[in-house]
């Protein structure tokens, strides 16, 4: 089974190609549905044992995980891809305020913390990502950009 990581910061893009990936017949998990614990500090980090399990069971060809959580790092030797999704500032910024599936970067605190992760935490992803994919071209091309990239 070949298993893929979909990164990213909030607003790229992940749930809307997961859902996607999914309709296409995939097995694709947002682990933002169910796959992680809230922690006191308003962030979330995966639930180690379910990932690990998820991770383990060898159901389908190919698996879509995506998510950005601090704890994601114990597990990236157990994917065959890493694949950043990624978009300027600006377009990131209209996404969080105009979405309506996810509150999240909405609060000014949020919203702050959101930049810091942009500044701190996508320059780390890329450096491990084995490809990175421009979501601001449309969906249907992010899809199929990422289907490519999972395969190669």
Known sequence: ??????????GTGKSSLISELSALGYKAVDTDAGWCDPQP????????DA?????????????FVAGCEDNQVKF????????LLSAPAEVLSQRLATRTNNPFGKSPGQ???????LHD?????????DCEIDTTIP???VVQATLQAASA
């Open 76 to 83: 990236h030797s157990q994917f065959d891809r890493i694949i």
């Open 1 to 10: 089974m070949r298993r893929v990581l979909i990164t990213g910061m909030s």
């Open 51 to 63: 990932i690990e399990a998820l991770l383990a069971t060898e159901d389908t060809g190919m698996l």
């Open 41 to 48: 500090d308003g962030r979330q980090r995966w639930r180690e």
């Open 121 to 129: 935490v996508e320059p780390r992803l890329r450096a491990i990502a």
């Open 111 to 117: 919203y702050r913390r959101f930049l810091a992760d």
């Open 139 to 141: 969906l249907s091309q």
